[in-house]
């Protein structure tokens, strides 16, 4: 079946670090894939995300790319900010028969510190 | 904007009882979803509905009943809670005008007794 695989955490980083946070999947089919945030206190909110290989997903200075040969969407942030202490989260998703199911990664906690 | 609106944010319940996890969506999506979010597990989908009348179980569905009446809503039931149902509950919707892309609730956080 579908999995997601992400780096574990939590990960400490002080302010302006470079991020990398490595995910991969394995799929049976072709995934769109998304990275998913969730702050400290509420709900999952779309990051960003990419629909076939070779896309790039961006938002709010992070960025990732469909990788299928390598079967990775590792997140990436030039410069980190307090603000962007959260969860993430990796997943992929499929429509089929007028559904659509995300398969999650089981997140990884970000801490930046000043 | 309401989005993908969940009540009650916060719950505890005593081990035997049982309790509706509201869901509202005013987005007019067909597909709608639970998942319940654990420390170290992810997110895992328990039930979804790919629309009014229609619900098909997920990944985790023992202990959980839901249905589908209307468009907008799809509440979740637990019929007889559980310590193992300690866990935060994320409702979801997705429709044909949304792409891939699907939209979270904030989140209730139910702890069991």
């Known amino acids: 079946g579908d999995s997601v695989t992400q780096m574990e955490g939590p990960v400490t980083l002080s302010e302006e670090a470079f991020l990398t946070i490595n995910c991969t999947y394995t799929a049976t089919g072709y995934p769109s894939l998304f990275w998913y945030v969730q702050y400290p206190g509420e709900g999952l909110q779309l990051l960003l995300k990419?629909?076939?290989?070779?896309d790039k997903g961006s938002n709010k200075g992070f960025e990732a790319t469909y990788r299928k040969e390598t079967t990775s969407f590792h997140l990436e942030k030039g410069s980190v900010q307090v603000s962007d202490s959260a969860v993430y989260f990796c997943?992929?998703?499929?429509?089929?028969?007028?559904?659509?199911?995300?398969?999650f990664g089981k997140g990884t906690k970000l801490s930046v510190i000043p | 904007n309401a989005g993908v609106t969940q009540t009650p944010k916060f719950q505890v319940l005593k081990t035997g009882q049982s309790m509706t996890l509201q869901c509202a969506q005013d987005m007019n999506h067909e597909y709608m979803s639970w998942y319940r979010q654990d420390p170290g597990m992810g997110l895992r989908l328990i039930h979804y509905s790919v629309g009014a009348g229609i619900t098909d179980q997920g990944e985790v569905p023992n202990g959980y009943n839901v249905s589908r009446s209307t468009t907008e809503d799809f509440p979740l039931r637990l019929l007889s809670a559980a310590p193992s149902q300690t866990s935060v509950y994320f409702c979801?919707?997705?429709?044909?005008?949304?792409?891939?892309?699907?939209?979270f609730g904030e989140g209730s956080w139910l702890t069991v007794v």
């Open positions: 979801a919707s997705r429709g044909q005008n949304s792409g891939n892309t699907i939209y």
């Open positions: 990419a629909t076939k290989a070779d």
């Open positions: 997943a992929l998703g499929y429509s089929g028969a007028g559904s659509y199911q995300l398969t």
